[in-house]
């Protein structure tokens, strides 16, 4: 979906979350914002101060609510703009009340998802990335996922590749002097060394992000974790274990599980999904060897295999299954209360517990959120946390490298100067940010 916001339209939504609530939030945004709360309540407050108003229909003199009104005039507003703020009772038929009534002001439409933050952005109020990072802090789960997108949205990427900028934008100084003082071949010489050392510096710094094990992106999107192994050795049991209910159907039958089930844990404050997998056996059908194959599709990304065993048929009968990931791996021997009875398999795993019993599931816990912190590493460190900064910082990188790769031609050196800059521009939106406007946008909900 592709918008892109207008000064003269004045925009409203509910910015709380719908359905029955204490509270409801409306937000209005635009020149009419402040005519708004003068039709609606009489006049307006002093600029962010809550009063409690009545609310009332300016077209039948009805009362909607009594609520309160906060008026923030722009540009000091969230989107720069005039922006008034109407909270009120949060019954469904009280919002959608409101909600119609500001329909009918004229200059006044109903604001399509993210485009309160398209504003503040378009406004200088917020760069991308500090977009992204708010569109993470409404979607945190976890303790880690808020501290990670709290500073993101405070500006943590937009300050270092602005700094960034600054020293590739000297550089670019020094070659264009070199070009145009290329008479002048000592003067040359020394404005393209210093501004190779400069670039070599710059491509150092990027290059240690770039090579950071994706940990931002694993603490936004979730540390994977994979069960996997034979049929019956008990993974649905323990996904159930872990997610603390039934998620996935336990069964004696072989191949109860023929998908792939997830669920999102928050694992001492980090971000978990854990996947229980199809058995992995001699297929005896076309749907069985497909669950396989994305059982070990999955494996293979994963951050964390887990290979679940079974402990009750002895160290000799136990078949430890031969998965290949990117990722850590594990074997866990299960059904550990039953261990005694086949005489024992002390040397076969990493871990054992029982998921009938809860034995050992305290320490697996442990070992899971001990891997997954290490993967993610300190909440201080992490700056490149999407798909799309790594992609520009990639190629910022790749442009550098060429500029340093090459001994002549100083207007192309110069190119690859320029291309660099572009390419960290367009993280924060400095530069043709239209192809990226949607994506950034368009997954905000109405309000926001």
């Not at 009104?69 to 540009?75: A, R």
Request: aromatic share 4%.
């Amino acid at each position: 979906m592709a918008f892109h916001s207008t000064s003269n339209d004045t925009i409203f939504a509910l910015s709380s979350a719908a359905g029955r609530a204490g509270v409801a939030v409306v937000r209005v945004s635009g020149d009419r914002a402040g005519d708004v709360i003068d039709v609606l309540s009489a006049r307006r407050p002093k600029a962010r101060v809550a009063v409690l108003r009545k609310l009332v229909d300016p077209q039948t003199g009805g009362l909607i609510d009594h609520g309160l009104v906060l008026w923030f005039p722009g540009p000091a507003s969230f989107t720069g703009e005039d922006l008034a703020e109407l909270q009120v009772h949060g019954g469904r038929a009280v919002a959608a009340a409101l909600l119609r009534v500001l329909g009918r002001v004229e200059g006044c439409r109903l604001a399509e998802p993210g485009e309160f933050s398209m504003r503040a952005f378009e406004n200088g109020k917020i760069d991308l990335s500090q977009a992204e990072g708010l569109a993470d802090l409404i979607d945190a789960e976890t303790e880690t996922q808020r501290v990670q997108a709290l500073r993101q949205a405070g500006g943590v990427l937009f300050r270092l590749t602005e700094r960034w900028r600054a020293k590739l934008i000297e550089a670019m100084g020094l070659v264009e002097a070199a070009i145009d003082f290329s008479d002048e071949v000592d003067v040359a010489e020394g404005a393209v060394g210093q501004a190779e050392e400069r670039v070599r510096e710059l491509g150092d710094e990027i290059g240690s992000h770039l090579n950071d094990d994706h940990r931002g992106e694993i603490l936004r999107d979730g540390f994977q974790v994979v069960l996997a192994g034979a049929p019956n050795v008990g993974k649905s049991s323990l996904l159930n274990v872990l997610a603390r209910r039934d998620v996935a159907i336990v069964s004696s039958e072989a191949g109860t599980t023929r998908d792939v089930i997830e669920v999102r844990l928050d694992l001492e404050g980090l971000p978990v999904v854990v996947s229980d997998t199809a058995g992995l056996r001699e297929a005896s059908g076309d749907v069985e060897r497909e669950g396989m194959r994305r059982t070990l599709a999955r494996a293979q990304d994963a951050d964390l295999v887990i290979r679940v065993v079974d402990g009750s048929e002895g160290a000799a009968g136990v078949d430890i299954p031969s998965v290949g990931s990117s990722g850590e791996q594990i074997v866990l021997v299960n059904k550990s209360d039953l261990i005694g009875e086949a005489g024992g398999n002390d040397a076969v795993g990493d871990i054992r517990v029982s998921a009938k019993t809860g034995e050992g599931i305290a320490e697996l816990i442990k070992i899971v959120a001990l891997v997954a912190r290490r993967k993610t590493g300190t909440r201080e460190d992490t700056v490149i946390t999407r798909l799309r900064h790594r992609s520009q910082l990639a190629s910022c990188h790749q442009y550098l490298l060429a500029f340093l790769g090459k001994t002549s031609d100083v207007e192309l050196r110069a190119e690859d100067l320029r291309l660099a800059s572009d390419a960290l521009g367009r993280i924060s939106g400095r530069i043709d940010p239209e192809d990226v406007l949607d994506e950034v946008f368009g997954r905000f909900c109405i309000g926001k």
